[in-house]
């Protein structure tokens, strides 16, 4: 499955952002998908992610302001964002695994998309 991020840009803290994540492919209902951030100067960090069976994991720093979601009929996996922080400013990749878990372990993903910019400004 190929996958592409969109969604991102630059907004003021306290604001608000929806990522998308589209998937090309067969079967992607069978797949686990993530979200991932990488920041200047710092490693890929696991954000959120959703299982096919539509079970959702968060990182604490993200827990009660984001949201992960999908929609099977459009092989889309969404993730809102609200109550941004400065500390959200990254680049947002989206991953997915054909397995029934998550992981927040980067090298668990065959499928990446190409990352989108999220900046929040303060």
């Known amino acids: 499955v190929q996958l592409q991020a969109s969604g991102g840009g630059l907004v003021q803290a306290g604001r608000y952002l929806r990522l998308s994540c589209a998937a090309s492919g067969r079967a992607f209902s069978t797949y686990s998908v993530g979200w991932f951030r990488q920041a200047p100067g710092k490693e890929r960090e696991f954000v959120t992610g959703?299982?096919?069976?539509?079970?959702?994991y968060y990182a604490d720093s993200v827990k009660g302001r984001f949201t992960i979601s999908r929609d099977n009929a459009k092989n889309t996996v969404y993730l809102q964002m609200n109550s941004l922080k400065p500390e959200d400013t990254a680049i947002y990749y989206c991953?997915?695994?054909?397995?029934?878990?998550?992981?927040?372990?980067?090298?668990?993903?065959?499928?990446w998309g190409q990352g989108t910019q999220v900046t929040v400004s303060s």
């Open positions: 959703i299982t096919r069976t539509t079970t959702t």
């Open positions: 991953a997915a695994r054909q397995a029934f878990y998550i992981t927040a372990f980067p090298a668990d993903y065959k499928n």
